[in-house]
C-alpha cells in the first residue's frame, strides 16, 4: 500500500515533469498552448496545488495564465475551453477581476454562440482543421461543461447552473448505453448512431471524473435532477464490472483483449473518489479506486513521466481501430494521474481500510 511520503514524492515529480522546458514543440507535452491538452494539465495543477497547499503551484499556474491568454484570443471552440476551468478558483484565490469577467465572457459564447445539435447538446468543436457536425462527444463535458458548473458555484448564477446540469443530462442521455450502462464515446445527430459504437475508456473517464464536480458546484445553487445522479451511479456500476485484474481498465471497455490505459483508469478512480466524498457513491467503491491506485503506481518513472497513455483519440472509424492507438506521454495522462494521487493523499485511510475488506459490496 502506498504511503502519503510515496505519494507526494510522486506528484512533485509529476508537476516537474509537467513543466519541463525540455517538452517545447512536443504535441502531447508542451503546456504553453491554449487547447484542451494543456487544460487538462493545468486544471490538475490546479487540484494538487489548492489541496495540498502548494504555493509553487499555484504561482506557476498564475505564470501560465500569463504567459499563454494570448493564444485564446480568437479561439472559440469546445475542446479548448478546459483552461478557463481555472478561472473561477484563481479569482477566488487572487480577487483578479479579469479571472472573473474572462470567464463571463466566455459562458456567453457558450450559452448564446457555440454550436449546438439538434437535441440542443454542445457540438464537439477543435481547433484542428477538422468539423464534426451536429457530433456528440463525451470529452465537452469535461472539456467545457465543468467549466460552466465551476462559475455558476462562484457566482451563484443560476441560468448557468442550469444550463451545465441540462449539457450534462443530455450527453448522459445521448450517450449511455442501455444494455451495459457505459458511455459510448460520441453520436452522431444527422444519421441517430454511435457511429463506430465504442466504449472507449477515456470518453467515460471524463464524465465519470467530471460530474462530480458538476453536481457539486450547481447543488449549491440549484436543485440536481434524479435522473442525472442515477445514470451516474448506473456508470459507475457498470465501470466497476469491466474493470481488470490489475485495476486498470482497457482502452475499449468491454475489450479484455485490448491494452489497458493509464489515462482513462486513473481518471475513472479518481472520479470514484470524488463521487464516494460528494455521496453520489457509496464507499463500496472506494476499493476499485484503491485497485486501480496500486496499479498506476507502478507506471510513473523515477523522472515522473507517466506510461501507458494513449494518444489523441477522436471518434475511430472501428472499434479495432482503438487498440491501434499509439502510447507516449501526454499531459491529460500526467494530469489525470496527478488528480487521482491528489484525492488518495486526502482520502488514504478510507481506500487502506476498503481494500482490506475485499468482501464488501460494490454498486448501490
Not at 483578479?96 to 465572457?105: C, H, I, R, V, Y
Not at 502510447?327 to 500526467?334: C, E, H, I, S
Request: glycine share 10%; hydrophobic share 45%.
Amino acid at each position: 500500500m502506498s504511503t502519503k511520503r510515496e505519494l507526494q514524492e510522486k506528484l512533485n515529480l509529476i508537476f516537474e515533469y509537467m513543466r519541463s522546458p525540455r517538452h517545447e514543440g512536443n504535441w502531447g507535452m508542451d503546456i504553453h498552448h491554449w487547447d484542451w491538452v494543456p487544460g487538462v494539465g493545468v486544471i490538475s495543477l490546479m487540484e494538487y496545488g489548492t489541496a495540498t497547499g502548494a504555493d509553487k503551484v499555484i504561482d506557476y499556474l498564475l505564470f501560465w495564465v500569463n504567459q499563454n491568454k494570448r493564444k485564446a484570443e480568437g479561439v472559440q471552440v469546445i475542446n479548448a475551453l478546459a483552461p478557463y476551468a481555472l478561472f473561477p478558483e484563481l479569482y477566488r484565490l487572487t480577487g483578479d477581476t479579469w479571472f472573473l469577467g474572462k470567464a463571463q465572457e466566455i459562458a456567453g459564447w457558450m450559452l448564446e454562440t457555440a454550436p449546438r445539435t439538434r437535441e440542443g447538446a454542445l457540438e464537439h468543436t477543435v481547433t484542428e482543421a477538422v468539423d464534426f457536425p451536429e457530433q456528440v462527444w463525451a470529452d465537452t463535458v469535461y472539456m467545457a461543461v465543468l467549466f460552466l458548473a465551476r462559475l455558476a458555484g462562484l457566482t451563484g448564477d443560476r441560468g448557468l447552473a442550469e444550463a451545465a446540469l441540462q449539457q450534462t443530462l443530455l450527453h448522459l442521455r445521448l450517450l449511455q448505453d442501455p444494455a451495459t450502462g457505459l458511455l459510448f464515446h460520441g453520436w452522431n445527430c444527422r444519421d441517430g448512431s454511435h457511429m463506430s459504437a465504442a466504449r472507449w475508456a477515456r470518453a467515460n473517464a471524463w464524465v465519470a471524473l467530471a460530474v462530480p464536480g458538476i453536481v457539486a458546484e450547481t447543488g449549491r445553487v440549484v436543485a440536481v435532477p434524479e435522473e442525472l445522479c442515477s445514470r451516474y451511479r448506473t456508470l459507475a456500476s457498470a465501470l466497476q464490472r469491466v474493470q481488470g485484474a490489475s485495476g486498470l481498465w482497457h482502452t475499449v471497455l468491454d475489450r479484455p483483449d485490448y491494452y489497458e490505459e493509464t489515462s482513462a483508469s486513473a481518471g475513472i478512480a479518481c472520479g470514484f473518489l470524488k463521487a464516494v466524498k460528494g455521496g453520489l457513491l457509496d464507499d463500496s467503491f472506494l476499493e476499485s479506486a484503491g485497485k486501480a491506485l496500486e496499479g498506476i503506481l507502478p507506471l510513473i518513472t523515477g523522472d515522473g513521466e507517466v506510461q501507458g497513455v494513449s494518444g489523441g483519440t477522436p471518434v475511430m472509424p472501428s472499434i479495432e481501430a482503438y487498440n491501434a492507438i499509439e502510447r507516449y506521454p501526454a499531459l491529460y495522462g500526467q494530469g489525470l494521474v496527478m488528480q487521482l494521487l491528489t484525492e488518495a493523499l486526502t482520502l488514504q485511510r478510507p481506500l487502506q481500510k476498503a481494500r482490506q475488506n475485499p468482501e464488501r459490496k460494490a454498486g448501490r
